[in-house]
């Protein structure tokens, strides 16, 4: 086999290799910043509501989820 496709199989495999390696960490990454940080739901904007002195309606709570869906 000819020394430049012997290269190019090393260097397709070390590419396949570090593409699986990163996807994997990068997942594990992305999973431990939602376990640690998860995203507001109703329970949260519920108790901010009530940290200012409100009792929120169930509309009031599905129109602040409504508004912070759209922007994400």
Do not use: D, H
């Not at 992305?30 to 329970?43: A, D, F, R, S, W």
């Not at 108790?47 to 599905?62: D, L, N, T, V």
């Amino acid at each position: 086999m000819p020394e430049a496709l012997k290269t190019l199989l090393w260097m397709l495999l070390g590419g396949v290799i570090g593409a699986a390696l990163g996807w994997y960490f990068t997942r594990k990454a992305i999973q431990k910043q939602l376990k640690e940080n998860p995203p507001v739901n109703e329970k949260m904007i519920r108790a901010m509501f009530m940290q200012m002195g409100r009792k929120p309606s169930e509309a009031q709570i599905k129109q602040v989820m409504k508004s912070m869906n759209q922007y994400q």
